[in-house]
């Protein structure tokens, strides 16, 4: 009951998806999908969805729940599947609008619309008019606006086919996580005669539920749909992901107003404003009507769908499901629309230096050109094929594929991402907080102990224990599951447990930190409330404890040797429950948090949770990856400091919540870098850990799976949990683990880190790349009587060097790379491109002498020959920047790509080499290069290699960092 990491989940209750599933993410044309969602036309759908949302709700407020029952063309009898069934094919399944994967045409054409493409377009068409529409009939060639078509089809190609498997693969992922919501129906009942139907409380799929059904609603849940309560029980809910309000609010059920005719008194919409036609879809309900005074969110018998239950329990009546709630209408107006992340961000600005760099660097080129040259034309057409080679073209298709790789890979090591940029923030983490149990330990509690107040094992104690797990039937967590199970064993055959009577129950919660259950024995003339919790908290409302079976007051001096009792279990590595009764004469049938007093103290129950095997070799291996691990519990510091040192987890410091609760912001800040331990933690305590963590500057992982790890999961850069968690915990995550384990998350973090490198890799090879051929283009332009390339020639060498990227999402990344946390920095781009651009440079003006010099291209009769040296040694040199890039080492010799990435950039260099030697040569303006060139090509590329290689490791030496 104490700890918040200590909930047992279904492993079939699992949360509802989050709103939306965000596509692929990085295409620079997004700016253009942004506009056409224009947020004034967003806002008025939103507003007018929210007020006729709002009334429906209202409607079915202000009636009685026979009522709705009737509206809703059903009985007091549960629903049976068959009638189920036959209303979900009347009302459809309970999903709510989400971002699904467009048609395949739909998908092609957004392959096609980025600013990239306009630009190859743009320039085509300017090719198709100067060179085909109005030029002379014996100057008329279609050989620069086939090569740009060419290129902007491979292009799409390439984004198309890659983003399509990658959606495919995005949705069979989603299968992964299921949603069930816990429904009474009627059943047939084996036992029964005649095969009667009886209600039972069975999981059903979310997506099955249906106007007319029952739900039961305990802590911990998602609300599955829009319900109307029948009864309700402390209900607290939490309706921040509709209000941003952070505190819960309470839902009841006034007196008389579950059944008659009518509103109770009580009821919060007045007579005249009820009303019982046709909600949205056809669904019956309350429609328009005048709008009531109150929000709509303050209706206290209206639980929202996707909205949490915080504590308490309660059963509801579906009144509208999937986009006919008020979730769903909102869902179905903004789905699609959110905020871009740092990392998205960082990709379009990239993006749009280059553009901007584009459009200063060309019309210098076209100027350069036209005024030494004087042929304005072919100086206009060679600056249009700069442009091209300057575009990144598979920017959006590297970015969307390494993205949607890493998601895929990260599934099978049982690592779902539910937000795809998530893995960009999983690779960027340094600091983890994660709770201990099941993380640090085995997940599988035992009842090792069960005490009386005097430290004696004693049957009775478990006896109390037994009836307070048993008999609830609020949030169980898996303490209550090893109660039942050492009960079974060690009492079965207890007639008296089984005899009670349940008369009511007080659930728990998280500032009581205890449950009680009231039960009544036939023929007894009292109620007896039991109770189990926290230490603490069930001392404060103790003022007796058994003693030789009799009951004696609680001294001081008692409280200060029940204290050591438990610590002592502590120290052994047990958790500690306290557990105590009250015999109360039966003037009442409900019972509340105030009648939780006076109790006397039977005993103490101990349980113990062994530390996971993996946990120590896994702590290693995160700390090898530079992430600092930080255990944040609602369990006590003396058996998290046990596990903690069981695990090989060295403990810099613990800081309990009472000590956080008086701290400032800026004090907490200052202690948190020195703390490993954050024992006995409330949840809003753990959401400003998290906080004064980030404004160190860490990128900050949180795993938890408990109702309380919500608000830290949001606030975490990336939230994780698992696949058993709560479902307010699944809902709150960023990424999902189907087995929770240290092991797991090391490897999420190792594909994160991988996925991040190839994106910057392909970025910086772009950026270096593109800025030394401007630079080569510009000194060949002011020096040479003719084009040092024609505009064909350059486009042709462009798509094959772009070809020979596209294996990059397949290359590994180097360990030492692993090692350490990776952050978008978009400043490191210019200056790697400042450093390295213009070492290509260098060997293409000694590839410019040699061609002048030795071969003798030097007048306007030999241009093809100059130009054919140029485009190899440019092609090849290009290519070998993949491998010169993708590594801080030495490529070939300590560190080698990818067998992809060898064989795509081996055959592109191959094919630069034979395109002058082949038919296509005369095409395009080339011609055979002598044998002696390729000596001279050798040299240069090693040389190219060698002056790489040093500059790299200057460059490392003074900012610490290659890619």
Same mark, same amino acid.
């Given at each position: ?31 253009l ?8 036309v967003?806002?008025?759908?939103v507003?007018?969805a929210e ?18 029952r ?5 009985s ?7 009638e189920? +069934?036959?209303?979900? !094919? ?5 999903q709510i $609008?989400? #971002? %699904?994967?467009? /048609? ?14 306009a630009i ?6 300017v090719?198709?008019?100067?060179d085909?529409?109005v030029?002379a009939?014996?100057?008329r ?8 078509s060419v ?5 799409? +190609?390439?984004r198309f !086919?890659?983003?399509?498997r990658?959606?495919? $693969?995005? #949705? %069979?992922?989603? /299968? ?27 999981e059903?799929?979310m997506?099955?539920?249906v106007?007319g059904?029952l739900?039961?609603?305990s ?9 109307r309560?029948?009864r309700?029980?402390d ?14 609010v309470?839902k ?28 949205p879809?056809?669904v019956?309900?309350?429609t ?13 018998t ?12 309660a059963?509801g ?17 903004l789905?699609?629309?959110?905020v871009?992340?740092s ?7 990239v993006?749009?230096v280059?553009?901007r760099?584009?459009m ?18 072919d ?19 590297i970015?969307?594929?390494?993205l949607?790789?890493g ?5 099978r090591?049982k ?6 940029n ?5 690779g960027?983490?340094d600091?983890?907080?994660t ?7 085995q ?6 102990r ?6 004696i094992e004693?049957?009775a ?10 008999y609830q039937?609020?949030l169980?967590?898996?303490?209550d ?38 039960l009544?024995r036939p023929g ?14 069930m ?12 009951p ?9 040797r ?5 610590a ?11 557990v ?12 509340g948090?105030?009648?939780e007093?006076?109790l ?9 949770d062994p530390?996971?095997?993996?946990v ?14 930080k ?11 046990r596990?903690c ?5 060295e ?16 004090d907490l800040?200052?202690?948190v ?25 860490h ?7 408990g ?17 058993t968690?709560?479902d ?13 384990d240290?092991v797991?998350?090391?490897q ?21 790349s ?16 003719f ?14 060097y ?5 294996s990059?999402?397949?290359d590994r ?13 978009a400043?490191?781009i ?10 290509s ?8 002498c ?5 071969f ?5 009769e030999?241009?093809a020959l100059?130009?054919s040296g ?10 070998l ?12 010799v ?16 191959a ?6 030697f ?8 080339l011609q ?8 001279w090509l050798?040299a ?24």
């Amino acid at each position: 009951m104490e700890a918040d990491d200590d909930m047992i989940h279904s492993e079939d209750s699992v949360p509802p998806s989050a709103p939306s599933v965000r596509a692929v993410p990085g295409s620079p044309g997004s700016w253009l999908l942004h506009w056409l969602r224009r947020p004034d036309v967003s806002k008025h759908l939103v507003e007018q969805a929210e007020q006729e949302a709002g009334r429906h709700l209202a409607g079915w407020a202000g009636q009685s729940i026979d009522e709705v029952r009737a509206q809703l063309g059903g009985s007091a009898e549960p629903l049976s599947d068959i009638e189920a +069934a036959e209303r979900l !094919s009347r009302y459809g399944p309970n999903q709510i $609008a989400q #971002e %699904k994967s467009p /048609a395949w045409y739909l998908q092609l054409l957004r392959a096609f619309i980025n600013p990239f493409n306009a630009i190859l377009v743009l320039l085509g068409t300017v090719s198709l008019v100067m060179d085909v529409i109005v030029a002379a009939p014996q100057d008329r060639t279609w050989k620069t606006v086939i090569t740009m078509s060419v290129m902007v089809l491979v292009a799409v +190609a390439l984004r198309f !086919s890659q983003e399509f498997r990658s959606n495919r $693969a995005a #949705e %069979k992922l989603k /299968a992964l996580v299921h949603t069930t919501a816990t429904v009474i129906r009627r059943l047939t009942d084996p036992q029964a005669a005649g095969g009667a139907m009886t209600p039972q409380q069975v999981e059903r799929p979310m997506s099955c539920l249906v106007p007319g059904d029952l739900v039961h609603l305990s802590a911990g849940d998602m609300v599955p749909a829009d319900v109307r309560l029948v009864r309700a029980k402390d209900l607290m809910i939490s309706q921040a992901m509709l209000t941003g309000e952070a505190m819960p609010v309470e839902k009841t059920v006034p007196e008389g107003a579950a059944h008659g005719a009518g509103a109770s008194p009580h009821s919060d919409i007045p007579a005249d404003d009820r009303s019982g036609p046709v909600s949205p879809g056809g669904v019956p309900g309350a429609t328009s009507g005048p709008a009531t005074a109150i929000s709509v969110f303050d209706l206290p018998t209206i639980c929202f769908m996707g909205t949490s239950v915080i504590s308490g329990s309660a059963v509801g009546l579906v009144v509208a499901t999937g986009s006919h709630t008020y979730f769903g209408v909102m869902a179905k107006t903004l789905v699609g629309q959110h905020v871009e992340t740092s990392f998205e961000k960082g990709v379009n600005r990239v993006s749009w230096v280059l553009i901007r760099f584009m459009m200063v660097m060309v019309p210098i080129v076209f100027l350069l050109n036209g005024f030494i040259k004087g042929a304005w034309l072919d100086a206009f057409m060679f600056s249009v094929a700069v442009a091209v080679g300057l575009i990144p073209e598979m920017l959006p298709m590297i970015v969307s594929t390494n993205l949607a790789k890493g998601a895929i890979v990260m599934a099978r090591r049982k690592c779902v991402v539910k937000r795809i940029n998530a893995i960009q923030n999983i690779g960027a983490m340094d600091v983890l907080c994660t709770d201990k149990t099941g993380t640090l330990t085995q997940d599988q509690i035992i009842l090792e102990r069960y005490l009386d107040a005097e430290g004696i094992e004693d049957e009775a104690v478990l006896s109390y224990a037994y009836l307070n797990s048993a008999y609830q039937t609020g949030l169980k967590n898996l303490m209550d599951v090893a109660v039942i199970r050492r009960a079974k064993a060690i009492l079965a055959g207890r007639q008296d447990l089984k005899d009670q009577l349940k008369v009511d129950e007080v659930p728990f919660d998280f500032q009581r930190r205890r449950m009680s259950v009231v039960l009544s024995r036939p023929g007894s003339a009292g109620h007896q409330m039991i109770c189990k919790g926290a230490v603490e908290e069930m001392l404060a409302i103790c003022t007796r404890m058994l003693k030789g079976g009799h009951p004696v007051a609680i001294d001081d001096a008692e409280r200060e040797r029940i204290r050591a009792h438990v610590a002592s279990l502590n120290e052994d590595g047990m958790r500690a429950l306290l557990v105590a009764y009250r015999d109360i004469m039966p003037t009442q049938s409900q019972y509340g948090k105030s009648d939780e007093r006076d109790l006397i103290l039977v005993g103490y129950i101990g349980f113990l949770d062994p530390p996971k095997d993996s946990v120590k070799p896994a702590l290693h291996a995160l700390r090898v990856l530079g992430i600092q691990v930080k255990v944040i519990t609602g369990d006590s510091d003396i058996v998290t400091r046990r596990v903690c040192s069981q695990v090989g987890l060295e403990i810099g410091g613990v800081l309990l919540g009472a000590d956080i609760e008086r701290l400032t912001d800026a004090d907490l800040a200052n202690r948190v870098e020195a703390t490993t331990i954050f024992a006995r933690q409330s949840p809003a305590q753990k959401s400003r850990i998290i906080r004064a963590l980030k404004s160190h500057g860490h990128t900050v992982g949180f795993l938890g799976d408990g109702i309380n790890d919500a608000a830290a999961l949001r606030e975490a850069d990336v939230g994780i949990s698992v696949d058993t968690a709560v479902d307010i915990a699944k809902e709150s995550a960023d990424i999902i683990l189907l087995e929770k384990d240290l092991v797991v998350l090391q490897q999420g973090v190792e594909i994160g880190r991988t996925i991040f490198g190839n994106i910057i890799k392909y970025i910086k090879m772009t950026a270096s790349s593109n800025f030394g051929n401007v630079f080569s283009i510009l000194v060949a332009s002011a020096f040479l009587p003719f084009l040092p390339m024609l505009a064909v020639q350059l486009l042709i060498q462009n798509l094959l060097y772009d070809f020979s990227q596209i294996s990059i999402p397949w290359d590994r990344v180097d360990e030492d790379y692993l090692r350490v946390p990776r952050k978008w920095d978009a400043s490191s781009i210019t200056k790697f491109m400042i450093f390295i651009g213009p070492i290509s440079s260098i060997f293409d003006i000694t590839t410019f002498c040699v061609m002048w010099f030795v071969f003798g291209a030097n007048s306007p009769e030999k241009q093809a020959l100059f130009q054919s040296g140029w485009f190899v040694e440019g092609l090849l040199s290009q290519t070998l920047i993949v491998h010169m890039i993708r590594t801080q080492k030495i490529p070939f010799v300590t560190s080698s790509a990818t067998l992809p990435v060898l064989l795509l950039t081996g055959t592109i260099m191959a094919v630069g080499i034979a395109i002058p030697f082949t038919p296509l040569a005369g095409a395009i303006g080339l011609q055979a290069l002598p044998a002696s060139y390729f000596a001279w090509l050798a040299a240069t590329l090693l040389g190219y290699c060698v002056l790489t290689q040093v500059v790299k490791a200057w460059y490392i030496r003074i900012y610490k960092v290659w890619l």
